[in-house]
């Protein structure tokens, strides 16, 4: 996969390895650069070398481990999407958490919706601008 820095990066964060490569493959074929990690750890590693623009996390991963999911390091105008796996049961999310929170997905069903998530943040973080890097502008961007 070849990934450029005009891309929107992902990165999706759980224990169900098939599920997260299918999806990483689903979001590379719609041209997203896409990293998985089976660990927080891992996730900060990933996390640190390409700002992801959005962190797919399993819901039970982040329940347990809110203060983890709140220290990954997003890009500009990044959002946090949580995710279920149909037989995950539910356990409460702590409230701090919840408020950085876009959105919780029940994959691998709703996969158009993570989708159109993907899309809906980069064009909000493009339109006000967190989309470059410092001291660009749409012309020296284009150039």
Sequence with gaps: MTETDDMPHILLVGTDVSLLEGLAQSLSAQGHGTRVASSFA????????????????????????????????????????????????????????????????????????????VHHVRDRATAAGRGRTSGENERTADS
Excluded: K
Excluded at 66 to 71: N, P, R
Excluded at 85 to 94: E, K, N, Y
């Design 42 to 117: 891992e996730a900060r590693e990933m996390a640190a070398a390409v700002r992801p623009l959005i962190a797919v996390i399993e819901h039970s991963m982040a329940a347990s481990s809110a203060g983890e999911v709140l220290g990954l390091t997003l890009a500009a105008g990044g959002a946090v999407v949580l995710y279920r796996a149909q037989a995950d049961t539910a356990l409460a999310v702590p409230h701090a958490l919840q408020r950085h929170v876009l959105a919780e997905l029940s994959l691998p069903l709703e996969r158009n919706r993570l989708s159109a998530l």
